[in-house]
Nanobody
Framework: VQLVESGGGLVQPGGSLRLSCAASGSTFSTYVMSWYRQAPGKERERVAIITSVGDIINYADSVKGRFTISRDNGKNTVYLQMNSLKPEDTAVYYC?????????WGKGTLVTVSS
């Protein structure tokens, strides 16, 4: 599985961005998908996770009520809608696909929240 993130960029505080992660292959619908982020000098943290059929979703406390994860298995894509962005959301955002012992990562997309 190859994962390619897009949608990052520079946004002002309070603004919105939608990240996309496009996956290759025909087994996308069998993977649990997650978004992680890593800010400069900090460890990578999981932001949101969605099960293979989208029936269970969880968020980090820091983004609850502001971020929404979703997936379209017909398009092999997972999304992260980010609203009410804060400077502390600045980070490289990574897409992750996991199934059993299989674990795949994208190269990341940079999100910068600054005025």
């Amino acid at each position: 599985v190859q994962l390619v993130e897009s949608g990052g960029g520079l946004v002002q505080p309070g603004g919105s961005l939608r990240l996309s992660c496009a996956a290759s292959g025909s087994t996308f619908s069998t993977y649990v998908m997650s978004w992680y982020r890593q800010a400069p000098g900090k460890e990578r943290e999981r932001v949101a996770i969605i099960t293979s059929v989208g029936d269970i979703i969880n968020y980090a406390d820091s983004v609850k009520g502001r971020f929404t994860i979703s997936r379209d298995n017909g398009k092999n894509t997972v999304y992260l809608q980010m609203n009410s962005l804060k400077p502390e959301d600045t980070a490289v955002y990574y897409c992750n696909a996991r199934r059993s012992t299989w674990d795949y990562w994208g190269k990341g997309t940079l999100v910068t929240v600054s005025s």
